[in-house]
Structure formats: C-alpha cells, structure tokens
C-alpha cells in the first residue's frame, strides 16, 4: 500500500524558512512524480510545487514562485519543500502527493493520486 509521510511543520515567524520532508513507502518512488500541496481555511487546495520522476522538470505556483524549491533524493525516497521569505499567507496545512508509476516527463497536476495526511505550517506575525 502506497504512503507518503510529511514532517517539518511548524510555527515560523514572517519572513522565516522551513524545510518539509516527505517520505514514501510501498510505490516506486523512482519512476513517481512528487509534489506539494497546500490548504488554507476557508480556501482551496493550492499546487504549491511539483518536480518530475527524475528531478528535471520543476514547476511552482505563482504564489511561491521564487521563494520555494522542491527537491528529491531518490535514495531515500524522500522528497524536500525549502520555503524562505515565509508570509503569513503561507499558512496552511501541506500536503505530499505522488503521481506513481508513470515515468512522466512533464508536470500533470490531475494526476497526481497518493497523498499523503498534512503537515501544518503556520506563519505567525
């Protein structure tokens, strides 16, 4: 059975950083497409960040474009959200995804279909 298993959440002040973690079991974290997601109160799910199976394509939402970088390291399944400049707008509960099994080369946000519980980041003034 497929998991993915966030940590790192925490309370951070504005203009903070924070590294989230996640790590999967039970898929072929080598050919699976990783991503982050975040929910706010009373708002959407947002894409947040997303990096292809082998880590050469990334994509990032508009909102923390150039603040946030998604890595993986495929030894230890584990896939990174490095968040600096953190506003409190950044608050939410963050989740890990995985597009699993498919060895795409490109970013489909749809397809993403593990996920993982959330982990809460919360950004405090």
């Known amino acids: 059975q497929a998991q993915l298993a966030e940590s790192g959440g925490a309370v951070v002040p504005v203009g903070g950083s924070l590294r989230l973690s996640c790590v999967a079991s039970?898929?072929?974290?080598?050919?699976?497409?990783m991503a982050w997601f975040r929910h706010a109160p009373g708002k959407e799910r947002e894409f947040v960040a997303a990096?292809?199976?082998?880590?050469?394509?990334?994509e990032y939402g508009d909102s923390v474009a150039g603040r946030f970088t998604i890595t993986r390291f495929n030894p230890k399944n584990a896939v990174y959200l490095q968040m600096n400049n953190l506003t409190l707008e950044d608050t939410a509960v963050y989740y890990c995804?995985?597009?699993?099994?498919?060895?795409?080369?490109?970013?489909?946000?749809?397809?993403?279909?593990?996920w993982g519980q959330g982990t809460q980041v919360t950004v405090s003034s």
């Open positions: 995804a995985a597009d699993a099994d498919s060895f795409r080369p490109f970013i489909r946000r749809a397809a993403f279909n593990v």
């Open positions: 990096l292809t199976w082998n880590g050469v394509t990334a």
């Open positions: 039970g898929l072929n974290f080598n050919s699976a497409g």
